[in-house]
């Protein structure tokens, strides 16, 4: 099961398209595996986009993504917390 909420800014900032996503999921592993009980799994995470539109070359403009999320458990060997930046290319169209 997974929520996501997406805002877009309806014009640009310093130049920018910019988006914020925040979501939420939460996954159930039944079952009995060599002795270890089911587990559940909650994540959050939020994400931050800015599209450089003023940037375009052949129909792709550059994008940066910061995301950061967590992951809660009832295992804690499966708990995480995850911060990253990615820096790409999006088609314009």
Known sequence: VEAVARLSV???VLGM???LDISAA???YDGVFFG?????DNEFAVELTAD???VEYYGFI???TLRASRTDSTITRYETEK?????GWRSAF
């Open 62 to 64: 550059p994008s940066v």
């Open 26 to 28: 939460g996954e159930r």
């Open 83 to 87: 911060l990253g930046v990615e820096i």
């Open 10 to 12: 309806g014009r640009p």
């Open 17 to 19: 398209e910019v988006s």
């Open 52 to 54: 450089l539109p003023t």
């Open 36 to 40: 270890m009980a089911g587990r559940e």
